[in-house]
Nanobody
Framework: QVQLVESGGGLVQAGGSLRLSCAAS????????IGWFRRAPGKEREFVAR???????PYADSVKGRFTVSRDNAKNTFYLQMNSLKPEDTAVYYC????????????????WGQGTQVTVSS
């Protein structure tokens, strides 16, 4: 069983930064594949980033160059550093986990955190 707890959301002005954390309660942290997703009001949940990843990039086009995903194995924690935030980044952000491979599809993840609200004001 994997438990995920996100933190770090909040209210920020456009152009500002936030760092989201996803703490994983699991013994085999190093085998986890994590995806970051977000759901904006009235919109479908969408892929944001993933770690580790296969292919050319771990980021959605909408966040490429502004967001950075990382992990700290010593702390069992994943991070999403979000810079140059825009009002359209406003959403509830979720981290999700699976074990065998990376994915950009939410339905392929088995474990989900509770989400953390990010609000970017213009």
């Amino acid at each position: 069983q994997v438990q995920l707890v996100e933190s770090g959301g909040g209210l920020v002005q456009a152009g500002g930064s936030l760092r989201l954390s996803c703490a994983a309660s699991v013994r085999t942290f190093s085998t986890l594949y994590i995806g970051w997703f977000r759901r904006a009001p009235g919109k479908e949940r969408e892929f944001v980033a993933r770690i580790p990843w296969t292919g050319t990039t771990p980021y959605a086009d909408s966040v490429k160059g502004r967001f950075t995903v990382s992990r700290d194995n010593a702390k069992n924690t994943f991070y999403l550093q979000m810079n140059s935030l825009k009002p359209e980044d406003t959403a509830v952000y979720y981290c999700a986990a699976r074990r065998d491979r990376s994915s950009v599809y939410a339905f392929e993840y088995n474990y989900w955190g509770q989400g953390t609200q990010v609000t970017v004001s213009s």
